[in-house]
């Protein structure tokens, strides 16, 4: 063998070589920029499902604290509605009540001053239920956003327990507005009906008060 062909095979050698190095080199820069790639490309699909997670949970967050602060103020409002209705009976209609029979007994059949006794009575009964209705339509008012953003099951509650609340209210106004001439005819059946009556719409006014309580949990729980 000469030097001619000991020259040739080296430069082969050397040629393969060289080109099994820069073949391995192109394709484990292939894979270096391709893992880039992927990295790069797994980076940005991260931060668009962690934005998006953010972006979800921080919708809910809001949705929540909307709904439990409108939910809050509505049973605050029917707590103050139902302590405002007690504290007038306790402090208004009694009072009147007590004066009404006390002046009726007086009379003793006169019936100039049973007339008088029952016409000041119906005044002030007038007026405690003009306030009634006054705070009854603040209620609706102040509570009718609930109704648009109210789950189906929290709004059915709802709607029932405005019935219910109305129906109270009438048949209170009823009683009272018949009061006096159900006791000068000595018709107390009929003031015993009405006072079973509402507090049948009393206690049935509770039970929707605690099934709504449960309904609202429920509702911001599945937030």
Excluded at 11 to 30: A, P
Excluded at 77 to 90: F, V
């Amino acid at each position: 063998m000469n030097m001619y062909e000991i020259i040739l095979i080296t430069v082969s050698l050397l040629t393969g070589f060289l080109f099994g190095y820069l073949t391995s080199y192109v394709k484990e820069k292939g894979k270096n920029r391709a893992t880039i790639e992927d990295t790069k490309l797994l980076t940005e699909e991260k931060e668009k499902v962690t934005s998006k997670f953010d972006l979800e949970n921080s919708k809910r967050k809001y949705k929540y604290e909307y709904k439990s602060n409108l939910y809050i103020k509505y049973f605050n409002l029917l707590d103050e509605l139902n302590t405002k209705s007690n504290e007038e009976a306790q402090t208004e209609f009694l009072p009147a009540l007590s004066k009404f029979n006390a002046s009726f007994l007086i009379a003793e059949n006169d019936s100039k001053k049973e007339m008088e006794a029952t016409a000041e009575f119906s005044e002030s009964i007038q007026r405690i239920m003009a306030r009634a209705n006054q705070s009854q339509l603040r209620f609706k008012t102040e509570t009718s956003s609930l109704k648009i953003i109210a789950g189906e099951e929290v709004l059915r509650l709802l709607e029932e327990t405005e019935i219910a609340n109305d129906e109270a209210l009438n048949r209170s106004s009823e009683m009272m507005k018949h009061y006096a001439s159900l006791l000068i005819s000595r018709q107390i059946n009929d003031l015993e009906r009405y006072k079973s009556e509402i507090e049948e719409i009393a206690g049935k006014l509770n039970i929707l008060k605690l099934q709504l309580r449960q309904a609202v949990r429920k509702e911001l729980d599945e937030i």
